[in-house]
């Protein structure tokens, strides 16, 4: 291994500034954010302060963020409908995301201990999806088991999560992101990417070099 | 902001000290500013005594002919594509070398490589059609009746030229990887249902002159110059030919060098070996970088080895028998690396194969294709510490090899292949974990303590955290840039959405990371809960900012004197001094304005009213047509000042007390625009009243600037000095606007924009905040990063492709 090589802060900053960014750029990763995340009315000021072409209809991101409003207020019915008047094919061609989708509903009948609604529920619905796939049958035993524990906070974490407020929005990402798939859009936030490969990167070069961290300049 | 003056930093690696002829240097240097000192894969074969390029070439073809008169052998010196390999068999040792003189021509069916070898030494390197014909797919060369064909008398073939290959467009660093000609279009895989060995579609196509376009494949889609993280001036030689130099005598090279061929008798035993390998090493820049060899003739045993050595590993040994030696040896399918009996690998290879040669900077291994399937990763820590080069080396007489660099398509789809590990790797990044110490960088109100503590013990952020970061880092973005009404909506739209809602916090079992969640409300909470000062004093830095844009100085002058007065008296009143000078620069303006007016109502005969003022408002349009468009396309916390309050010079007209102003008392008007500058006055007013108007503008002007040298007669700071002077000669000119070069760089609304962005940073300065968003910081860190890490030699680096990942699409 060749020794660490060292960066002066000169140096680094030179570089930084040799950096080709531009406002635009930088612009539209905002924009890729407020659209992904679902800020339309921001999205909107934004295209218009900004001077940007908004990348997408502005009206797509409102029907996605009703959608997603719904799946965190545990109205799912609601949302499928919605994401079926949207485009019925993101459903029909998500077999996975649909019984995520129904995976929620049976969540939400236990937590509302709608329990003969529950099973009624999972026997017609669930039970046979679960066997067309081991992934599928797996998480239907994870949610069963909720009813075991009769949604006690003994119930073991990996049962209990399933309740947690992160479940839903889980179900929630997975549908804002067929959503935006089927728009051809994407679905990854730029901006986390960044961070993440900021954090790749520096944890890359640490190895290799002294330099100035972010934060350091 | 992004104003971004010419990049120019690249740093040139000294050269090593015996430096040795300079196009030797050229030929072989890698020229990287980043250099790491101390490491070898950044240097090339400098050390050896070497000759020019010129002179390399000469001798290449010296020495490959001097053998082609001793051996002249179909056996030994076939270089020709599989079919036409066939028919060579069959037609027996007659065929002939391609260079021979052309008296003998037994077909006109040739293949395309052997063709496009001919091309390759009689044409220019940088005519395209040559780059095209080369590439074409079903590139069927007619009757070579007119194709110069290399003689002795011809002049030496130039370097092989071929355009970047295209797997290596997947490379975030491909703008530095060069071939010996500037990259035109790659050639695309070959993509012929078959790969039949004697059945290459070259063959099959009637012969027709290769000059016709038609033959052409299609050209592969180049991205139009996609953004770069790096500059263009550095460039990584990728291996082009075998070297002429560093190959053992018993090989010869051909002329173009893409051919090895072994001469002499055959060797028994281990010690005699015969190896070659590239003039350039293979830059890990790259990420993945591919070559392939077709075995022209596999003599007797096959004791071909296809693979990589460092510089200076023997010639005399089989690459993969020494230490920092990689090879696939064709006699039995073993893989070696620095070892003396091999490892099972893969198939034998033999005459007509093509082998594949691959090194993945990613993961530091090795892979081999042969005739376009992968056989499968081989070797450890391969080009990790050490430069490598292609290498081939053979044992016997009447083995020879022809490499492909990417002068031709290639067998196996390593674009496929590389697109495959590019996706790995970004994978892999966007699985990274993020810590807590992106917080503090995040955070608004970041200072030097938090800075420090970034340090201290990381844990990973939870996923409300790393939207409060994102969240952070947007809100301070519109902020710094002035954009206070997406501002204002994102932040009352975040409290909607970025908090549960209520009804899911009854039902909600207790969750154990409370205290997580809690420091992450509390980071959130910050910037909403001092929403309103923060975004009045956003509200006021772009108001300051649009008056400047707008050429409203006083504006700008009050605004920053009542809200931000330490930021005129920073750096001894620089700032408060560069205002001024815009402002006797905007003076100037106005009164050159008016004095056009004058002049073009006298030359187009109108006497005054409100006719004229019609066609002095044409007059101006396309002055101000121009401005609109750097408006909308340079600064974007203009919009309104663009618009309504005229961008034009004469918005400000006059000053009060500019002669009592000292040097830190501002000059200001109350009222800033006078009625009588807008262009429908003026033309009411008629021509002796413009004349008159002139005259007291540019009074004023002159006036002002006095006071202003008065001012200042005692700053002898050089850009005090310099800026004045400049300011000042504007005067000389009679439209400043029009006189382009430096004056139009002064007093043009780039001018403006540069000095809002400068007051706008002054400001953000003046509050202890940073001059450019967080965000573009965090840009500028992460590719700085990215391409250092690339120029260490980190493969994985060169699949990070930022423009492409987050500026694109």
């Not at chain 1, 999560?161 to 407020?165: A, D, K, M, V």
């Not at chain 2, 309050?645 to 004469?650: A, D, T, V, Y």
């Given at each position: 291994m060749a020794p660490k090589q060292s960066i002066r802060k000169e140096e680094w900053g030179r570089r930084l500034h040799d950096v080709q960014v531009t406002k635009n750029d930088l612009n539209r990763l905002i924009m890729d954010y407020l659209v992904i995340e679902g800020y339309k009315s921001a999205a909107e000021e934004f295209s218009q302060e900004a001077n940007l072409a908004p990348p997408v209809d502005f009206e797509s991101i409102e029907s996605r963020m009703v959608i997603r409003e719904a799946l965190q207020r545990g109205d799912i019915e609601d949302a499928i409908t919605r994401v079926n008047d949207l485009n019925p094919e993101i459903l029909d061609t998500n077999p996975a995301l649909y019984f995520h989708l129904q995976q929620q509903k049976l969540i939400e009948y236990i937590r509302h201990g709608r329990i003969t609604e529950a099973l009624q529920f999972a026997q017609s619905e669930l039970a046979p999806r679960g066997e067309e796939s081991p992934e599928f049958l797996s998480e239907l035993e994870r949610t069963m088991a909720l009813l075991a524990f009769d949604c006690s906070p003994s119930a073991p974490a990996g049962i209990s999560?399933?309740?947690?407020?992160a479940q839903r929005m889980k179900t929630a990402g997975e549908v804002n992101a067929a959503i935006l798939e089927s728009l051809s859009q994407g679905k990854e936030v730029k901006l986390v990417g960044l961070l993440k490969l900021l954090s790749w990167g520096e944890q890359m070069l640490e190895e290799k070099a002294e330099f100035p961290r972010i934060g350091q300049m | 902001m992004t104003t971004r003056p010419s990049r120019s930093a690249s740093i040139p690696i000294p050269r090593s000290t015996s430096s040795l002829s300079p196009s030797r240097n050229i030929e072989s240097v890698i020229s990287i500013p980043f250099a790491a000192p101390g490491r070898p894969r950044l240097s090339s074969a400098q050390a050896f005594p070497h000759r020019s390029n010129a002179a390399d070439d000469h001798r290449g073809l010296g020495v490959s002919y001097g053998t082609r008169g001793s051996t002249n052998t179909a056996a030994a010196y076939s270089p020709t594509r599989p079919t036409a390999r066939s028919m060579t068999l069959a037609a027996g040792p007659g065929r002939g070398s391609v260079r021979a003189p052309s008296t003998f021509e037994p077909r006109v069916v040739r293949a395309s490589g052997e063709a496009s070898r001919s091309t390759d030494t009689a044409c220019l390197p940088s005519t395209s059609p040559s780059r095209t014909r080369r590439q074409s797919i079903s590139g069927v060369r007619g009757t070579s009746a007119q194709r110069p064909i290399s003689t002795y008398n011809t002049p030496p073939p130039p370097p092989v030229s071929f355009a970047r290959p295209a797997y290596l467009e997947h490379s975030a660093f491909r703008h530095m990887l060069q071939t010996e000609s500037p990259p035109a279009l790659p050639p695309s895989r070959k993509n012929e249902p078959t790969y039949e060995h004697h059945g290459y579609p070259a063959a099959m196509s009637p012969p027709t002159d290769s000059d016709d376009e038609s033959n052409v494949s299609p050209p592969r889609e180049l991205p139009s110059a996609p953004p770069s993280i790096v500059s263009h001036d550095q460039i990584l030689k990728l291996p082009t030919r075998w070297s002429d130099q560093y190959r053992h005598a018993l090989l010869s090279v051909s002329g173009d060098g893409r051919d090895l061929t072994y001469h002499g008798a055959s060797c028994s035993g281990d010690r005699d070996a015969a190896a070659a390998r590239t003039i350039n090493p293979i830059p890990s820049a790259c990420g993945i970088y591919y070559y392939e060899v077709e075995i022209i003739s596999k003599g007797q045993k096959g004791h071909i080895s296809i693979g990589f050595a460092a510089r200076d590993v023997k010639l005399s040994r089989l690459p993969g028998w020494e230490t920092n030696s990689w090879g696939y040896h064709g006699d039995d399918g073993c893989s070696f690396a620095a070892e003396k009996s091999g490892t099972q690998y893969g198939p034998t290879f033999g005459t007509g194969d093509i082998i594949g040669c691959g090194i993945d900077f990613t993961t530091y291994r090795a892979f081999f294709t042969k005739n376009g399937t992968l056989i499968g990763p081989v070797f450890e820590g391969i080009g990790k510490d050490v430069d490598v080069y292609p290498s081939v080396g053979m044992r016997h007489q009447g083995e020879a090899i022809r490499v492909n660099f990417g002068h031709e398509p290639f067998k196996y789809d390593i674009d496929y292949h590389a697109q495959q590990q590019q996706n790995q790797v970004w994978t892999n990044v966007l699985n990274t974990p993020l810590d807590s110490s992106l917080l503090d960088v995040c955070s608004p109100n970041r200072d030097v303590t938090t800075a420090l503590r970034t340090s201290s013990a990381k844990t990973p952020l939870s996923e409300e955290q790393t939207k409060d970061v994102i969240n952070q880092l947007v809100v301070s973005y519109l902020e710094h840039h002035g954009y206070v009404k997406t501002m204002r909506t994102f932040q009352n739209r975040h409290e909607d959405v970025g908090l549960p809602p209520q009804s899911l916090d009854a039902v909600q079992p207790a969750t154990d990371d409370h205290d997580v969640d809690m420091s992450g409300e509390a980071t959130l909470q910050a910037p909403v809960t001092h929403a309103d000062t923060i975004e009045d004093d956003v509200e006021r830095r772009t108001k300051i900012v649009k008056a400047v844009i707008a050429g409203d100085i006083d504006t700008a002058l009050a605004d920053t004197t009542s809200y931000h007065p330490t930021v005129l008296a920073a750096e001894e009143g620089l700032m408060l001094f560069k205002l001024r000078c815009r402002k006797f620069v905007e003076l100037i303006l106005e009164a050159s304005e008016l004095k056009k007016k004058m002049r073009s109502r006298t030359g187009s005969g109108y006497g005054g009213g409100s006719g004229s003022g019609i066609s002095m408002a044409r007059d101006e349009s396309p002055v101000i047509e121009e401005m609109d468009g750097i408006d909308e396309d340079g600064m974007d916390v203009d919009d309104e000042g663009a618009g309504p309050?005229?961008?034009?010079?004469?918005a400000t007209n006059g000053v009060a007390s500019a002669s009592t102003a000292g040097p830190i008392s501002i000059p200001v008007r109350g009222n800033r625009r006078r009625s009588s500058a807008s262009p429908a006055d003026v033309g009411e007013v008629g021509l002796v009243g413009t004349a008159a108007q002139y005259e007291t503008a540019l009074h004023q002007a002159i006036a002002y600037g006095q006071t202003l040298s008065s001012d200042y007669k005692d700053d002898s700071r050089p850009e005090v000095r310099q800026l004045f002077k400049r300011t000042f000669a504007i005067v000389a000119w009679e439209d400043p606007m029009t006189a382009g070069g430096i004056v139009t760089e002064v007093v043009g609304h780039e001018a403006r924009v540069t000095l809002a962005n400068e007051l706008n940073q002054a400001i953000l300065k003046s509050q202890g905040r940073p001059t450019s968003p967080v965000l573009e910081t965090l840009y500028r860190q992460t590719a700085a990063c990215i391409m250092q890490l690339g120029m260490l030699g980190v493969g994985s680096a060169a699949f990070a492709d930022m423009p492409k990942e987050f500026l694109e699409g």
């Open positions: 999560e399933l309740l947690s407020p | 309050s005229s961008p034009l010079p004469f």
